[in-house]
């Protein structure tokens, strides 16, 4: 079983939709929980970026962690073309990290 | 602020030569950096973990005598692939972390093609 586990996708939906983005995982160690974009032939860039379950919110992106389920998601509102790429979650325990394989995502104009 | 750049962006190199990757913090000091390797429409698969000052970590299965690391400061990490061969060609990335933070900061990558 992988230490985290994401939806490829691809995931394609009409502009102003909102978009949910998922990943579980299964070590309970996991204390710090990102998400990531990445836009084709680049770096990935830090989205979000929590350590508690709970709601974070900035602009239009939410990230949510359920530690007792071990699920993690990525909502994003009033989605726009300029959101099309991969989405990787991540998630460290400290000192280890471990990706997800990204969703790849495309917005419709 | 946490910007990370890579030079050169791309490169094109002839099988048997050797070509350096370097990663730069630019607005801070990175106690620690990453190094992946990523192919088309794949996840970023860690390559080796370098700490200033010290020996890099190489992950299993990764030559370490064939990517070569060097931590020499604390705002610049190089990569070098030795002897390269056409399967080498990937996407490499560089991320860096600051001591008192968990998050990674990414390079743009480097896009490696060996002819």
């Known amino acids: 079983q992988k230490e985290v586990e994401q939806d490829p996708g691809p995931l394609s939906v009409p502009e102003g939709a909102i978009v949910s983005l998922n990943c579980t995982y299964s070590?309970?160690?996991?204390?710090?929980f990102m998400w990531y974009r990445q836009y084709s032939r680049k770096g990935p860039e830090l989205l979000m970026y929590?350590?508690?379950?709970g709601n974070k919110e900035d602009g239009r992106f939410t990230a949510q962690v359920d530690k007792s389920s071990k699920y993690i998601s990525l909502f994003i509102r009033d989605s726009q073309p300029s959101d099309s790429a991969t989405y990787l979650c991540a998630m460290s325990t400290g000192n280890q990290f471990y990706f997800g394989t990204g969703t790849s995502l495309t917005v419709i104009p | 602020g946490a910007v990370v750049s890579q030079h050169p962006s791309r490169v094109i190199c002839k099988s048997g030569t050797s070509v350096k990757i370097e990663c730069r913090s630019l607005?801070?000091?990175?106690?620690?950096m990453f190094w992946y390797r990523q192919f088309p429409k794949q996840s970023l698969m860690l390559m080796a973990t370098?700490?200033?000052?010290?020996?890099?970590?190489?992950e299993q299965g990764v030559e370490k005598d064939k990517f070569l690391i060097n931590h020499a400061s604390l705002t610049l990490s190089t990569l070098t692939v030795t002897s390269a061969h056409p399967e080498d060609s990937s996407f490499y990335i560089c991320?860096?972390?600051?001591?008192?933070?968990?998050?990674?900061?990414f390079g743009p990558g480097t896009r490696l093609t060996v002819t």
């Open positions: 370098s700490n200033e000052g010290s020996k890099a970590t190489y």
């Open positions: 991320s860096a972390r600051i001591a008192a933070v968990r998050e990674q900061y």
């Open positions: 070590n309970s160690a996991f204390q710090y």
């Open positions: 929590t350590y508690s379950s």
């Open positions: 607005d801070f000091q990175a106690t620690t």
